[in-house]
């Protein structure tokens, strides 16, 4: 088991530019979530996943923000239109089951610093 | 709704001194607890996690937390601090659809020598 992974693990680019994270989640864990996370606070849930169906997306930021799990294995995170406060650590978790009480399981996380 | 409450952003120990980081929760249920440390540049790795079944839940690193629903509180304890325990920790609560987890500001534990 090699835990949840994340890639890039740091982007820089420039103001107007598309970025995109992939998350790939603890093998088969059902829930992929995605958090963002900035300086000096706490992580802050933007979206889940239950196998391929994205159950909550109403914490997306704004609809620059999208994400998708296609085949309910790996997902992605995009931001379009990139701005300066969309730096931050885009942090993503996995847990299994489809009960309650779950341990979510933490990647290292994508910095992103937008210039 | 759940939420937390961390109650210090930053807590100083000499080392071998007792660990203490409070956590204050929100729930209108039963709600699951945990508490998470990230080192720098990290992601957040599970400390414990209360789920009911003790109100005193022992954790990695000689870690515990207590659950004390009389006080809302679900405070993190160490006996003797190590330099190694200098992270940041977040209390979490999940509710009962374990669809989102809620996450404190963070406190900021440094040791001194």
């Known amino acids: 088991d090699t835990g949840v992974s994340q890639d890039p693990r740091h982007k820089i680019t420039k103001r107007g530019q598309n970025v995109t994270f992939r998350c790939d989640p603890i093998s088969e864990h059902n829930r992929l979530y995605w958090y963002r996370q900035t300086l000096g606070q706490g992580p802050e849930f933007l979206t889940y996943f239950q196998n391929e169906a994205q159950l909550e997306k109403s914490r997306l930021l704004s609809d620059r923000f999208s994400a998708e799990r296609p085949k309910g294995s790996f997902s992605t995170l995009e931001i379009q239109r990139t701005e300066q406060g969309d730096s931050a650590m885009y942090l993503c978790?996995?847990?299994?089951?489809?009960?309650?009480?779950?341990?979510?399981?933490f990647g290292e996380g994508s910095w992103l610093t937008v210039v | 709704a759940q939420s937390v409450t961390q109650l210090g952003s930053h807590v100083s120990v000499s080392e071998g001194a007792l660990v203490l980081l409070r956590c204050n929760y929100s729930s209108s249920v039963p709600p699951y607890l945990f508490w998470y440390v990230q080192y720098p540049n990290q992601g957040l790795q599970l400390l414990l996690k209360?789920?009911?079944?003790?109100?005193l839940v022992k954790g990695i690193n000689g870690f515990e937390a207590e659950f004390k629903k009389s006080e809302t509180s679900f405070h993190l304890t160490k006996p003797s601090a190590h330099m190694s325990d200098a992270a940041e920790y977040f209390c979490a609560v999940s509710g009962h659809t374990g669809n989102q987890f809620y996450f404190g500001t963070g406190t900021s534990l440094t040791v001194i020598p």
């Open positions: 978790a996995s847990s299994p089951g489809q009960g309650v009480g779950n341990t979510i399981y």
């Open positions: 209360y789920t009911s079944a003790a109100t």
